[in-house]
């Protein structure tokens, strides 16, 4: 299996009570040295079997055992794990945490944590043979996964630890990884390639001064991020924006607009859908002076002669305008003014398939917070309002893309 499906990801290791507790811990190291980021939650009868200390040493985060626990939710709370897992593995999944997922309780830092995640859960029964072959736990398993974001992995066949032989057995580590790589490659962006500009760029007028902005790449990485849980390919072509989450992305680091230009321009006939966050110096000092400018007199003005920088994402449509199969162009505006007409002019103007309008002068919205406020306006009249978090935001814009909503947009290619 390739093993870079796992860089990065971050997979909750949920532990339920029984005997089988302890290959929780194998589970967890084999994880981690694939290069996913773990984490482990616990219910009370698991904390029986394995310490959370042990867990804890193996994940190298804190363990959650209590869903109401005033440290752990000020910490790493339920909601917290809920919102941060891209898969739950509950392992062992015992006949009553499988009776309880079903019946929607939240009664244990397990369940509560599930309960609050819409994501892809996968099973690991381990139980006695005839607690498994009771029609009750069956119904349940049934129940579970008739939805299509349950999935069973296990149990297998053999001697069980209480003596009887039948199916009860945890899956081995190697069967539950598998099934975790395969639930992390299937996301509906799988083996599609998406290109995203983010950051901004520096226009330098001399060796120590440039001109540039204030943006520090947070929606361009958030909707990039977004992108690969989903399963894509993710190419950033990143600004000078400082410490991002760069992991499982491949990013090329660019400084002036003309860089960005040049690696833009080279990927993206390529790719399934571009999207253009950046934020672009307009303009760049007409020369570049080889040493230090010096300053004038005083009294006197002076000036900087200003030229256009490329638009990088006007030349990208252009350069794969006509292609037989090009890809999806979202862009991005940043407005303090008349946000939609704006907006919807550059739509038009650059030739995309959809925009994001940002009214960068709103407090909750633009540079450098973690917040933002957007409208989305695509060339066949579609409208949509969107705020949260720009995690939250980039998530549901790619649930826009990919969605019903979206399928003239994409159906233009
Ligand atoms: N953009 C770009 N290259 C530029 C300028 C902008 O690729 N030189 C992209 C941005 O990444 C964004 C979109 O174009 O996706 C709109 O950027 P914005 O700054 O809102 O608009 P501009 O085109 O620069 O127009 P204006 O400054 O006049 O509002």
Redesign the pocket.
Known sequence: MDSSVFDGRRVAVAVGGGIAAYKACELVRTLRRASAEVRVVMTPAAQAFVTPLTLQSLSGHPVLTEPFDAASEAGFGHLALARWAELFVVAPATADLLARIRAGLANDAVTTALLAFPGPVLLAPAMNVAMWNNPLTQANVAALTAEARYRLVGPATGLLADGDSGPGRLAEVEAMVAACGELLGQGALAGRTVLV?AGPTREFLDPVRFLSNPSTGKMGLAMAQAARRRGAKVTVVLGPAGEVDRRGLEVQDVVT?EQMREAVLARVASVDFFV?????S?WRPKERAPQKRKKGSASEAESLLLER??????EAAEAVRGLARRPVLV?????TEAVLE?ASA?LLR?GLDAIIANDVSAPDAGFAVDTNRVTVLTRGGTRLELSGTKVEVAERLWDFLLGPQAEPVRARR
């Open positions: 500009t607009a253009a966050a950046a934020a672009v307009d920088t490329p638009d990088v994402l006007a862009g991005f505006a940043a407005e704006n550059k650059k």
